[in-house]
């Protein structure tokens, strides 16, 4: 596609982009009257108007059935979780067996963790990506910790080569296949946070399954961002945030993914909870943990329905179209804020994310070699919610759901007078 740095250009992409009539389902903060250039949906994402809605018709049915809401509300407190599972391994590409609505990510992952590294003498080691999110190296320490090893032992980590700032996956590869017998677990990020790479999940599991390993990923910058098929590519397990491009609010309900290869085995080792319990004796109350042959007996506890109403509104929006869809648009909005930025003289930036369109998503990060949080800070106050992680770097998001390419231009315009 052949871009021009102009807002008549970036208008007429608005006005023949199938997608961009949602826009209108969410709710933008303000600044000085007018919507904000929001570029920060890879944190949290944005309001859906629905979600006031949903919210006061729990808090109706809370009222008007107290208890008895568990089974009269209009979404059934007993099965709310159920809500979620097709439209979530539509997003996910699983079957609806293999995926649930629960916890939150961190705790979703010692959860699938204590399922999926069970360390021998011989094979105990993890891999996992140099800079990964920090809740999963402490994660993955403590885990290795719990079963008696040290992370310096345990944990190998691959990271950029020099000069370089994303990983090459040749690197990968090679350390799985060097690790071969002491490796017990590969766990990635999908996409990392910093840098916004998108690793190539299918050959991590195959090289992983090839060393005799598992392999699990971490989703939370990835779900909903980027074309998964976790159950085609036979990964073991994932889990997920729903706050970011999922849009379900601040400390919003995770989710899980298990193959069901291993779900529908009674022999897999998981935590028991009377929500993982199978269904049709959960309320005989009696002692013997009988797992559900899905990967809701990974869940401990009944649904957190008022922190699930947002997730519902957000599903029923990603319902509404396709991941295909989404992705098509995603490639060409994300290339438009790329050539864009590329534009630009004055200030002293490199994009750190790859170029290349199948190892990102929306995400572009932006590495400065000086005056990165005056940058940052000019941007805030000229009405640009962006995201700075130190040291030096500017992540910004244009999302598919309800960005636009007027929206990147606006960024671009301010950006360009920042130099």
């Known amino acids: 596609m052949t871009y021009e740095a102009s807002l008549s250009f970036a208008q007429d992409q608005d006005q023949v982009d199938p997608l961009f009539s949602f826009r209108e389902r969410f709710l933008f903060p303000k ?165 916004g790479q998108f690793f190539n999940l299918q050959a991590i599991t195959a090289a992983a399954h090839k060393a005799g390993a598992y392999a699990g990923f971490d989703l939370a910058h990835a779900v909903g961002n980027t074309p998964l098929q976790l159950h085609d590519w036979n990964v073991d397990f994932a889990c997920w945030c729903s706050y970011k491009y999922l849009n379900s609010g601040p400390g919003a309900v995770g989710g899980v993914y298990v193959h069901e290869h291993h779900a529908a085995n009674p022999k897999t080792l998981r935590l028991a909870g009377w929500w993982g319990n199978d269904e049709a004796t959960r309320f005989k109350m009696e002692k013997g943990f009988v797992p559900k042959p899905t990967a809701e007996s990974w869940q401990m506890s009944n649904a957190q329905v008022f922190n699930m109403v947002a997730h519902n509104a957000s599903l029923d929006i990603y319902a509404k179209t396709s991941m295909a869809a989404l992705r098509a648009k995603s490639e060409k909005l994300t290339g438009y804020m790329e050539f864009l930025l590329r534009q630009i003289t004055g200030l002293s930036f490199t994009i750190i994310t790859p170029h290349n369109p199948a190892q990102r998503g929306c995400q572009l990060s932006l590495l400065f070699s000086e005056r990165g949080r005056e940058v940052f800070d000019k941007l805030t106050a000229a009405g640009v919610v962006a995201d700075w992680r130190e040291p030096n770097v500017i992540r910004i998001a244009p999302v598919p759901l309800y960005n636009t390419f007027e929206d990147c231009y606006r960024f671009y315009e301010v950006l360009k007078n920042l130099g």
């Open 31 to 195: 600044h000085e009257g007018k919507d904000v250039v929001y570029f920060c949906g890879n944190s949290l994402g944005l309001q859906p108007k629905s979600t006031s809605y949903l919210m006061q018709s729990e808090l109706e049915d809370w009222a008007a059935h107290g208890v008895e809401g568990h089974f009269r509300a209009r979404n059934p407190w007993f099965s709310y979780h159920h809500l979620f599972t097709e439209r979530l391994s539509r997003i996910v590409g699983a079957k609806p067996n293999e995926v649930v609505a629960m916890n939150t990510l961190t705790v979703n992952l010692h959860l699938l963790m204590i399922s999926f590294y069970r360390p021998t003498s011989q094979r105990y080691k993890i891999i996992m990506e140099a800079g990964a999110f920090p809740s999963d190296q402490y994660a993955v320490e403590t885990q290795v910790r719990m079963h008696g090893y040290e992370p310096e032992d345990a944990i190998i980590e691959i990271k950029p080569r020099d000069g370089e700032h994303t990983i090459n996956e040749e690197d990968i590869y090679t350390a799985i296949s060097e690790a071969g017998p002491s490796l017990a677990l590969v766990m990635f990020g999908g996409v990392n946070y910093y840098t």
